[in-house]
């Protein structure tokens, strides 16, 4: 069985931004779970405002942890994560202190891409897949 979940505030946020219809930032599927990446919404309007690079670390990562949650799953039971991250090498020792804020031990497998661009105000993205 797959089941798409909405998660609010977030798949409201995606389908503003985007401007598409429905929108299931996570799919569970045979006890596994998928997370779409999330762009740095600002938590109190939903908006992609141009902040310090911590910030929209800190704010990715709490949406990751939100949308797992929503899933039935949680950070500890994160498999893999995939970051993509235009801010090339000068960031990553920011990036790695809040990752290692939400992963403290046994940190899952992970993979940062440094990539060239997004189509808005924002250098950090992140999905996953983690159990139930």
Same mark, same amino acid.
């Given at each position: 069985?797959?089941?798409?979940?909405?998660?609010?505030?977030?798949?409201?946020?995606?389908?503003?931004?985007?401007?598409?219809?429905?929108?299931?930032?996570?799919?569970?599927?045979?006890?596994?779970?998928?997370?779409?990446?999330?762009?740095?919404?600002?938590?109190? &309007?939903?908006?992609? *405002?141009?902040?310090?690079?911590?910030?929209?670390?800190?704010?990715?990562?709490?949406?990751?942890?939100?949308?797992?949650?929503?899933?039935?799953?949680?950070?500890? *039971?994160?498999? *893999?994560?995939?970051?993509?991250? &235009?801010?090339?090498?000068?960031?990553?020792?920011?990036?790695?202190?809040?990752?290692?804020?939400?992963?403290? *031990?046994?940190?899952?497998?992970?993979?940062?891409?440094?990539?060239?661009?997004?189509?808005?105000?924002?250098?950090?993205?992140?999905?996953?897949?983690?159990?139930?």
């Amino acid at each position: 069985m797959i089941e798409r979940l909405r998660v609010e505030p977030y798949s409201t946020y995606l389908e503003s931004y985007r401007k598409a219809g429905q929108v299931f930032p996570v799919t569970v599927a045979n006890g596994m779970v998928f997370m779409s990446g999330l762009p740095p919404f600002d938590p109190d &309007t939903g908006e992609i *405002k141009p902040v310090p690079y911590e910030v929209q670390c800190e704010r990715v990562m709490t949406q990751l942890k939100t949308c797992l949650e929503a899933a039935g799953s949680s950070l500890s *039971k994160v498999l *893999k994560c995939n970051v993509y991250s &235009t801010s090339g090498p000068t960031n990553f020792a920011t990036f790695n202190a809040v990752y290692d804020r939400y992963f403290p *031990k046994d940190t899952p497998s992970r993979i940062f891409m440094f990539i060239h661009s997004w189509p808005g105000a924002f250098d950090i993205e992140i999905d996953c897949v983690a159990v139930v």
